[in-house]
């Protein structure tokens, strides 16, 4: 893995840059303390990950990263800074981790371990699938991993985000559904924190660029998943459009397991529940008539036991 240096403070550069030279597998091809010539230099170093101190002069970090991410899209990013605060601000960009300075060995090989790995899962692809109805799951490469979130609420603003059907929802609401009894200031900490949890989770399994944060709004890319209530969706649109198409209303019925996460009681899931079982019950009446007025009465039974569950 090709790696390059930037921070304006030569002993910080030196630094890591003997620590990195430590794990196997890693080179260190160039280290700069002026951001514009490691930027104009990008073509030559073709680097895989770049490590950028957050405060600097002209250029910060956080600028310089969009500003080689546009000319190398492919790289990965490590931002390192003397202040923790910095965390938050990093959020809403596409580094992959924060290190406080002076980085420890440790925490620098847990770091370049895990960016090798999503590297690699990268490059092959992934495949995920997630069921709301009924009971909550993940699924990626066919591997459940719902039991193993950082905590509660990671997983809880998973679920709440792919409840939205990747709509954009707005900081602000997220804290009033998620922490309703908290201040707008311990809320906003928590979802800090909580964000970057579900980001790192997420980078572990070499998922990138799915959660999606801008001007205040979060909101995850559902375009390479699998969501049974997207489909859900898909099939009652197609249903309303054309009312001959009965096999919408049947794939309708197949996708219901039960209520939107059933296993998950969080406050706000009620008011989004209603609305999925009327359609599913709507479906399941207009089922059973179809059939009943064809003379199927087997398969009218079958959509009449389904009531019952």
């Known amino acids: 893995m090709k790696v390059i240096i930037i921070d304006d403070e030569y002993y910080a550069l030196r630094n890591l840059k003997s620590k990195l030279e430590k794990i196997a597998g890693v080179e260190v091809v160039a280290m700069y303390e002026d951001p514009a010539i490691a930027l104009d230099e990008l073509s030559n170093t073709q680097p895989d990950l770049a490590f950028l101190d957050i405060e600097m002069p002209e250029t910060d970090g956080i600028t310089l990263l969009g500003m080689m991410f546009k000319k190398r899209p492919d790289m990965d990013f490590v931002f390192t800074s003397a202040y923790h605060a910095y965390v938050t601000e990093t959020l809403e960009t596409k580094a992959l981790d924060f290190l406080v300075k002076p980085v420890k060995f440790e925490q620098l090989y847990v770091t370049l371990e895990k960016i090798k790995k999503i590297r690699t899962k990268s490059s092959i692809g992934h495949k995920i699938e997630v069921k709301c109805f009924g009971d909550f799951a993940v699924f990626i490469d066919g591997k459940m991993i719902d039991e193993h979130w950082r905590t509660k609420k990671t997983e809880e603003l998973f679920a709440y985000l792919l409840c939205m059907n990747g709509k954009s929802v707005s900081r602000e609401r997220i804290i009033n559904d998620l922490w309703p009894e908290l201040s707008m200031e311990k809320g906003y900490a928590n979802l800090y924190t909580t964000q970057y949890y579900l980001k790192k989770r997420l980078n572990t399994f070499g998922i990138q660029h799915v959660l999606k944060s801008r001007l205040g709004n979060i909101s995850?890319?559902?375009?390479?998943?699998?969501?049974?209530?997207?489909?859900?969706?898909?099939?009652?649109?197609?249903?309303?459009?054309?009312?001959?198409?009965?096999e919408m209303l049947e794939q309708m019925v197949e996708l219901y397991r039960g209520l939107l996460l059933e296993n998950k009681p969080y406050s706000w899931t009620l008011s989004i529940q209603q609305p999925y079982e009327v359609k599913f019950e709507n479906a399941l009446n207009s089922l059973i008539q179809f059939y009943s007025e064809r003379g199927d009465e087997k398969t009218a039974e079958y959509y009449e036991m389904k009531k019952m569950f």
């Open 220 to 246: 995850l890319s559902l375009e390479d998943m699998k969501l049974d209530l997207l489909e859900f969706d898909h099939f009652s649109e197609r249903y309303n459009e054309d009312k001959s198409k009965m």
